[in-house]
């Protein structure tokens, strides 16, 4: 029978951890690759398996997962997170790809799985956080995982993506609070902004700020999920100002002088974009003239 691998990476994952190696004891092979964990996370590895490696803090997960792809010798590999899991009805279709029965073509080398992120406690629905696919499970040695931060994965061969249902959904307990994601903004921005091309046009931070909360709140419906959307659709902002921001830091820009009239301009693009998605938002809760007048109104973002 074929056999399959988990690649689960850590750093001080003592939280969360005991969760997902419960939740994929029934691999045959689990690699857990640590990144100079400080708390009981190596304790509580070591209860599911033996194979537990040492990598440098990169300050990000990529690194050390190649490295831990790399200890895979299983037919098949599941990547999963120190702070995912896997439920039951998703472990039984891993199980029914591994033993080839779960009718997909031959052909077929990976697998994307919606994820259902846990953000301050609750499942987001929207905000851009569902249906969240990831590619998490492959034939062993048919992808190349880059290093660089949220790369994604280079895959030889097809790629089947799941249909967008709770049932096959990785379980991701994402942020348990706001100062989690402001740390993480500040550790990750730093690391996106060293890694910016010097070729790559730079974007003002103002309005990647609004760019951003407009696309969280309106084109993904964060207001639907209520007060926390509508945070995390704030701090999602927050995160692309502030690396926008350290690449003009990084480049030695800040001294450059900057005209009124490209803050005018920048607050007039604002303010239309802003229009379009007002006028967007009425467009699906009118009828008739009135959903007329605000189609007009997005057309020529009054």
Known sequence: MPTLGVVI???NAAQTLARTLESVNFADQIVVMDMESQDDTLKIAKRY??????????????PARVLALSKITADWTLVVDADEEIPQTLRRYIEAVVAGTAGQSD???AYKF??????????????????????????????????????QPQVDGQVYTLPPNQEWAIVHHAYQSISQFVD??????????????????????????????????FLFEGFSDGKRGVILSILQSLS?????????????????PISSEE?????????????YWQADFQIHRTSGLAQLWWRLRRKYRL
């Not at 398996?49 to 990529?62: H, R």
């Not at 803050?263 to 693009?269: A, G, R």
């Open 9 to 11: 990476n850590t750093k």
């Open 263 to 275: 803050i005018s301009k920048q607050i007039k693009e604002i303010v239309s974009e802003l229009q």
């Open 184 to 217: 993480r903004v500040n550790r990750y921005t730093t690391i996106q902004a060293q890694e910016q091309s010097p070729d790559s046009p730079l974007i003002s931070p103002l309005s990647s700020l609004f760019h951003e909360l407009f696309r969280r709140l």
């Open 114 to 151: 919606p994820r259902q992120n846990i953000m301050l406690g609750k499942w987001l629905e929207h905000t851009g956080w569902w249906p969240d696919y990831v590619l998490r499970l492959f034939k062993t040695g048919k992808v190349d995982w880059p290093s660089q931060i949220h790369a």
């Open 240 to 256: 692309e100002a502030v690396k926008q921001s350290k690449i003009i830091e990084n480049t030695n820009l800040l001294d450059e």
């Open 49 to 62: 398996t033996t194979q537990i490696f040492q990598a440098p803090d990169f300050g990000y997960v990529e």
């Open 107 to 109: 052909t077929v080398v």
